[in-house]
């Protein structure tokens, strides 16, 4: 048994090792364009509206349940849309976002990290941005 221990200390670093590096794994460009290691409001909002532009594909400048696949509910759909004609205009889209983001800025310090962003709220924040 005593021959096992140091293999298992050593599996053991390993794996603690792994999981903080994998917090601490930089963010995509495209969500971090100043590579502070962090995403603000504005950084979310951009990708945001990049990836509405993206799924607007009939070019109508809204986005339907069917555009909106499993990025979002019924439910948060219809939250989110105040005129309820069961589309989301790109306003209307940041507008989530822009709760999404308050919900996954848990220290309510303006930005987002990667260790926010593997929260339940920064999963769905994740969801409107790529």
Same mark, same amino acid.
């Given at each position: 048994?005593?021959? %096992?221990?140091?293999? *298992?200390? +050593?599996?053991?670093?390993? &794996?603690?090792?792994?999981?903080?590096? @994998?917090?601490? &794994?930089?963010?995509?460009? $495209?969500?971090?364009?100043? $590579?502070?290691?962090? *995403?603000?409001?504005?950084?979310?909002? @951009?990708? @945001?509206? $990049?990836?509405?532009?993206?799924?607007?594909?009939?070019?109508?400048?809204?986005?339907?349940?069917?555009?909106?696949? @499993?990025? *979002?509910?019924?439910?948060? /759909?219809? +939250?989110?849309?105040?005129?309820?004609?069961?589309?989301?205009?790109?306003?209307? %889209?940041?507008?989530?976002?822009?709760?999404?983001?308050? &919900?996954?800025?848990?220290?309510?310090?303006? $930005?987002?990290? +990667?260790?926010? /962003?593997?929260?339940? +709220?920064?999963?769905?924040?994740?969801?409107?941005?790529?």
């Amino acid at each position: 048994m005593s021959a %096992y221990r140091p293999a *298992i200390f +050593a599996f053991v670093g390993w &794996a603690a090792f792994a999981a903080t590096t @994998a917090f601490a &794994a930089p963010l995509s460009k $495209t969500l971090d364009p100043d $590579t502070d290691g962090t *995403i603000d409001l504005q950084e979310a909002q @951009a990708a @945001a509206g $990049t990836l509405f532009d993206k799924l607007d594909k009939d070019h109508e400048g809204t986005l339907d349940a069917r555009e909106l696949r @499993a990025r *979002i509910g019924k439910k948060a /759909l219809s +939250a989110a849309d105040p005129d309820k004609d069961s589309t989301l205009t790109k306003d209307e %889209y940041l507008g989530l976002v822009a709760e999404r983001f308050k &919900a996954a800025d848990v220290n309510a310090d303006g $930005t987002v990290d +990667a260790k926010e /962003l593997h929260s339940k +709220a920064g999963e769905a924040l994740l969801k409107l941005l790529k």
